[in-house]
């Protein structure tokens, strides 16, 4: 399978292989205290200049916006390490869009997978994307239908700040991850 296409009714589930190779960072690893590693990031992305700047993850998103990083899309599902997370309030204000996806653990929904695609293609609304369910491999779709040249931060759980730098060899890095997880029809 080289075609990563969903179509309505399939799922992508994720494998063993999928599984260790997520649970190292998929880009720069910042491992410093939140407040620091987000003012890192902020060099970051100043000297990068991103086309899009995208988070995954509440504790990121919401260390994002309360320092100053306005991400084009972000997402969320309410939880920080499965906990429930009260801080929505203050990133709501942030985005002109916000949607809805079911997407649960372990997996990609094509709900989820064709969300994130639309997200991409709006230049100008910033859009929120609200889970239920799961986040967490969401990263690789949007890594897969982010532009070139855009910056992806998420949460190393218990070790730092991730930052992705999309750039083809990234893509097709993240690419080759998701053709290795397996492919399954819900309908």
């Given at each position: 399978?080289?075609?990563?296409?969903?179509r309505?009714?399939?799922i992508?589930?994720?494998?063993?292989?999928?599984?260790?190779t997520?649970?190292?960072?998929?880009?720069?690893?910042?491992?410093?205290?939140?407040?620091l590693?987000?003012?890192?990031?902020?060099?970051?992305?100043?000297?990068?200049?991103?086309?899009?700047?995208?988070?995954?993850?509440?504790?990121?998103?919401w260390?994002?916006?309360?320092?100053?990083?306005?991400p084009h899309?972000?997402?969320?599902?309410?939880r920080?390490?499965?906990?429930k997370?009260?801080?929505?309030n203050?990133?709501?204000?942030?985005?002109?869009k916000?949607?809805?996806?079911?997407?649960?653990?372990?997996?990609?929904?094509?709900?989820a997978?064709k969300?994130?695609?639309?997200?991409?293609?709006?230049?100008?609304?910033?859009?929120?994307?609200?889970?239920?369910?799961?986040?967490?491999?969401?990263?690789?779709?949007?890594?897969?239908?982010?532009?070139?040249?855009?910056?992806?931060?998420?949460?190393?759980?218990d070790?730092?700040l991730?930052?992705?730098?999309?750039?083809?060899?990234?893509?097709?890095?993240?690419?080759?991850?998701?053709?290795?997880?397996?492919?399954?029809?819900?309908?």
């Amino acid at each position: 399978m080289n075609d990563l296409r969903l179509r309505a009714g399939e799922i992508l589930l994720s494998t063993e292989e999928v599984c260790r190779t997520v649970r190292k960072p998929l880009g720069i690893l910042i491992s410093e205290d939140p407040p620091l590693a987000i003012e890192i990031a902020k060099l970051l992305i100043k000297c990068l200049r991103p086309v899009k700047t995208i988070t995954v993850g509440d504790f990121v998103t919401w260390n994002c916006i309360t320092n100053g990083i306005i991400p084009h899309i972000s997402i969320i599902d309410g939880r920080v390490k499965r906990r429930k997370r009260a801080q929505l309030n203050k990133i709501l204000d942030n985005f002109t869009k916000r949607v809805t996806v079911v997407n649960p653990p372990s997996s990609i929904t094509f709900q989820a997978w064709k969300t994130i695609e639309r997200a991409m293609s709006s230049s100008e609304e910033r859009t929120l994307i609200r889970v239920i369910g799961e986040e967490d491999l969401l990263t690789l779709a949007v890594a897969y239908h982010a532009p070139l040249n855009s910056v992806i931060l998420y949460g190393q759980p218990d070790e730092g700040l991730v930052l992705i730098h999309l750039s083809r060899y990234k893509k097709d890095k993240i690419k080759r991850i998701l053709l290795k997880m397996s492919r399954r029809s819900i309908e």
